[in-house]
Every structure is written in structure tokens, then in C-alpha cells.
């Protein structure tokens, strides 16, 4: 939700500092995410999440999932569906989210 926002301090908060987003275009540590999202560059249109599952390993929660997305970066519309892997570890009793990777399905 708080990316969908633009909500930066919402985002500095569950992100870790050694943060980073792999996806198609280019990647992002957590100042440059942070930085698209609250400047415009990067703003969300539209997002669903399905097929969710969650494990936890001790103190590292691993989610993947598909999610279909509608965005604008750097004034381009992109659309598509990804298939997400997303990394948070428990520290200092908060959990942080460490690491998003999210790869383009395509369809034949």
C-alpha cells in the first residue's frame, strides 16, 4: 500500500538499508527506490497480487507471488505481469524487507 501511496516514510521504514529491488528495467537500492517513488518517477497505477505464499526460516520470510502491474516510469507506461520473489529478515525485532526480484511472465 505504501508504495501505491508514493508513501516514502512509510517505505524507509520496512526497508532495510542494504535494500534492493532486481527487476526488468534497471535496479534499485533503497535511496534510488525511495527517491522514484516520492519524486513521481515511478508512480504506481495499478496493482494485484495473487498466487501468495509465505515461509518463514527462522528469522527470514520469503514471499512469492504474481503480480500484475500498471505503472508509469519516467513519464513511460509499462504493463505486465511478474513473477515475484521478495526476501524480509527479522532485525532488532522488526521485520525489513531485504530484497525484491521480479521477473517479466511472458505468454506465448
Given at each position: 500500500k505504501a508504495l501505491v501511496r508514493g508513501d516514502g516514510e512509510t517505505l524507509n521504514r520496512i526497508m532495510a538499508d542494504d535494500f534492493i529491488f532486481a527487476y526488468p528495467l534497471e535496479?534499485?537500492?533503497?535511496?534510488?527506490?525511495i527517491g522514484e517513488v516520492?519524486?513521481?518517477?515511478l508512480k504506481i497505477?495499478?496493482?494485484?497480487?495473487?498466487?501468495?505464499?509465505?515461509?518463514?526460516f527462522g528469522g527470514t520470510a520469503v514471499l512469492t507471488a504474481r503480480d500484475s502491474v500498471s505503472w508509469l516510469?519516467?513519464?513511460r507506461e509499462?504493463?505486465?505481469r511478474y513473477k515475484l520473489i521478495s526476501i524480509s529478515t527479522?532485525?532488532?525485532?522488526?521485520?525489513?524487507?531485504?530484497?525484491?526480484?521480479?521477473c517479466p511472465?511472458?505468454?506465448p
Open positions: 535496479g534499485d537500492d533503497k535511496a534510488d527506490f516520492t519524486s513521481g518517477d497505477k495499478h496493482l494485484s497480487r495473487e498466487q501468495v505464499s509465505v515461509r518463514v516510469y519516467h513519464g509499462i504493463s505486465g527479522l532485525r532488532e525485532g522488526d521485520w525489513q524487507l531485504c530484497a525484491i526480484q521480479a511472465i511472458h505468454t
